[in-house]
């Protein structure tokens, strides 16, 4: 069955500090993945998105991700966090051709001054 | 601007009261979507549609209906809400071309089932 996992419910850093956010997926075929963000009270904002080719990618807001396909993962990184990174993020995988997205539990982002 | 609004906001009923949230994207998108948002479970889909007249069951279907009569509406129906409906739900439309998509979300209403 398709699946998402974010193993971190919580995470707090210093400002200025480097982020991590892990996610594991579980999906038959290559999947199409992504990490959207939630600040407080707000919709979703897509920050990023890998569906083929550099497993590298780049987004909004000074974020990247890298997909692994040996570890069936796709983690969320920034150098330097900031204040208002602080929100909520999703790890999410799509399924091709139906508009349908699975979505992680989420991650917390709490960020120290 | 490109977007998609769903009404209402906010909106607080009781058991057993029919309500309908609106959805409306303004993209000609083809894939419109609905999810519930619960605290520990993330976002889960309830309905989609690929295009006008074809609607199918997401995760968490039970209690809920969907309509697709036009590209630009996909309205939430709860026929007989009741309290465990309580949620966050959010609307999306994506659109597809060579294998890119891009998904955009309304802004969310919170429902509140006395």
């Known amino acids: 069955a398709q699946s998402v996992t974010q193993p971190d419910i919580h995470i707090t850093v210093s400002e200025g500090a480097s982020l991590e956010l892990r996610c594991n997926y579980s999906y038959g075929a290559t999947p199409y993945l992504f990490w959207y963000v939630q600040s407080p009270g707000q919709g979703l904002q897509l920050l990023l998105k890998?569906?083929?080719?550099?497993?590298l990618v780049q987004g909004i807001k000074g974020f990247e991700a890298e997909f692994k396909r040996s570890q069936s993962s796709f983690n969320l990184r920034k150098p330097s966090v900031h204040w208002s990174d602080a929100a909520e993020y999703f790890c999410a995988v799509g399924a091709r051709n139906t508009g349908k997205l699975i979505f992680g539990q989420g991650t917390t982002l709490q960020v120290k001054p | 601007e490109a977007q998609v609004t769903q009404n209402p906001r906010y909106l607080i009923t009781v058991t057993g009261k029919k309500l309908t949230v609106t959805c409306s994207q303004n993209?000609?998108?083809?894939?419109m979507s609905w999810y519930r948002q619960d605290p520990g479970l993330g976002l889960r889909q309830i309905y989609y549609?690929?295009?006008?007249?074809?609607?199918d069951k997401g995760d968490v279907p039970e209690g809920y209906k969907v309509s697709r009569k036009e590209k630009r509406n996909f309205p939430l129906i709860l026929e007989s809400p009741s309290p465990n409906q309580t949620s966050l739900y959010f609307c999306a439309s994506s659109y597809w071309d060579r294998g890119k998509e891009t998904q955009y979300f309304g802004p969310g209403t919170r429902l509140l089932v006395l």
């Open positions: 890998y569906f083929s080719g550099d497993t």
């Open positions: 549609s690929m295009n006008v007249e074809v609607t």
């Open positions: 993209m000609n998108h083809e894939y």
